[in-house]
């Protein structure tokens, strides 16, 4: 077996175990300091424990602090996404306990891409910035419009991945399958600090996701979304994978697009007047029919009738499970050219 | 009613906004890249990438419209269907 396989299973089986283990202390610590979240999408409406992103920060941080112990040749790429993470979840935590305005959040996770440009600038045959591969074309050598477009790397999928963090197991399950398909373009494509990091993600996601799954018994809370999103954005940069990390995020920019350009900007999930859907009191959810209503995925799915919560997370992961086909496809174009 | 079905025309329009958006870049390497004109300064050369910045944004901006399209129908769609 290769040494990087090996590498890639420890920092998943690390990362699982972890996350495992202190999201089920995490339940109890939250519940009992009432850091709890409100699921209105269930008639009782009960209170979850949030903040369970914490188990997801610390699971891939010691996943890929493993990696790096076994390898320092990979410590500059592991450690540049390690300062995007860990930066994007202070920003969760601040945004959990005193409630950011949506305008500064966008503002402070944009920010959040600063280390990929000092480690680029420090180590430049490390990590090299403006030279993505796309599929039919090959390297692409990009001065002006990739560092234009690098400040919204991290931020576009941070707040992506946030804003569909909105039903049980949604933002768990779809990043899981997505941190999954990144992996295996990753080992396709040949970037193994990337699948290493992949691999950390994965193990942690899915250790998560079985508690957060419907029934949610814990929510990621901002720490979750921000970082998981954030870590996305990084992991797609630094191994050199933007085209597939796009395709991964499809459900969550179309979710984030329409339901923005519905809503005309920037808006905290309290601000906004017109709710894309309803609860019924039996727990079915539906979907308000106005056009002026928010184009969410959820108001989307609903318009052809109501569902329960659970089926509509099966929509959910329907959708994200062909977006990773199709990542999967562009990384396998991306050795092909014209 | 069952996932697939429920979420078949999303899927769809998700599809295309992936083709379309792999169409975009295509087009965009094999049309706006090749675009040089005379290099006589500093001047032209800022000329030379404002205009590809304007014409790859045009570009998106027509992707973008389209995707904005197929929901728009998606939504006036269902409205007439299922309301």
Redesign the interface.
């Known amino acids: 077996m290769p040494y990087w396989w090996a590498a890639c299973f420890a920092a998943f089986l690390a990362s699982f175990i972890c996350t495992f283990v202190l999201v089920r202390f995490l339940i109890d610590f939250f519940s009992r300091r009432g850091i709890v979240g409100i699921d209105v999408h269930k008639p009782n409406r009960p209170a979850i424990p949030e903040m369970g992103g914490v188990g997801v920060v610390v699971g891939v941080s010691l996943g890929i602090l493993i990696a790096v112990a076994m390898n320092f040749d990979w410590l500059v790429k592991l450690f540049a996404f390690l300062c995007v993470f860990w930066l994007a979840s202070i920003i969760g935590v601040i945004d959990d306990l005193f409630v950011l305005r949506a305008k500064i959040k966008t503002l402070l996770t944009v920010l959040a891409f600063i280390p990929i440009i000092v480690f680029a600038l420090l180590f430049p045959s490390e990590i090299v910035l403006g030279r993505p591969v796309?599929?039919?074309?090959g390297r692409?050598r990009l001065t002006?419009?990739y560092w234009?477009l690098l400040p919204f790397a991290i931020a576009v999928p941070s707040n992506a991945v946030n804003m569909m963090d909105v039903f049980n197991g949604v933002m768990s399950g779809c990043t899981c399958m997505a941190s999954l398909a990144l992996l295996i373009a990753s080992i396709i494509l040949g970037r193994i600090e990337a699948a290493v990091i992949c691999s950390s993600l994965f193990g942690s996601l899915l250790a998560f996701y079985y508690y957060n799954r419907y029934p949610a018994r814990i929510f990621s809370g901002d720490v979750g979304s921000l970082s998981i999103g954030a870590a996305i954005g990084a992991v797609s940069i630094i191994g050199g994978l933007e085209?597939v990390g796009?395709?991964v995020l499809?459900?969550f920019i179309?979710n984030a697009?329409?339901s923005l350009?519905s809503l005309g900007g920037l808006l905290e999930r309290r601000e906004i007047s017109v709710r894309p859907i309803s609860v019924g009191a039996n727990g079915v959810l539906k979907a308000n029919?106005s056009?002026e209503a928010p184009?969410t995925?959820a108001n989307?799915?609903l318009?052809?009738?109501p569902?329960t919560e659970i089926?509509l997370v099966?929509?959910y992961?329907?959708?994200e499970a062909?977006?990773c086909v199709?990542a999967v496809i562009?990384a396998l174009l991306m050795g092909v050219k014209? | 009613?069952r996932?697939?079905?429920?979420?078949f025309e999303?899927?769809v329009?998700?599809?295309i906004?992936?083709v379309t958006?792999?169409i975009a870049?295509?087009a965009a390497?094999q049309l706006i890249v090749p675009i040089r004109f005379p290099r006589t300064g500093y001047f032209m050369v800022l000329i030379e990438?404002i205009v590809k910045?304007l014409l790859?944004g045009l570009i998106a901006l027509a992707w973008?419209l389209l995707?904005?399209y197929m929901?728009e129908w998606?939504?006036?769609w269902?409205?007439r269907k299922?309301?």
């Open positions: 796309l599929p039919f074309i692409l002006i419009v234009l085209v796009v395709t499809m459900p179309m697009f329409h350009r029919l056009m184009s995925l989307l799915f318009r052809k009738g569902a089926e099966k929509c992961h329907l959708m062909v977006s199709l562009v014209f | 009613m996932a697939w079905k429920r979420s999303l899927i329009i998700m599809v906004a992936w958006m792999l870049i295509i390497d990438a910045l790859a973008l995707w904005i929901v998606y939504k006036k269902t409205a299922f309301a």
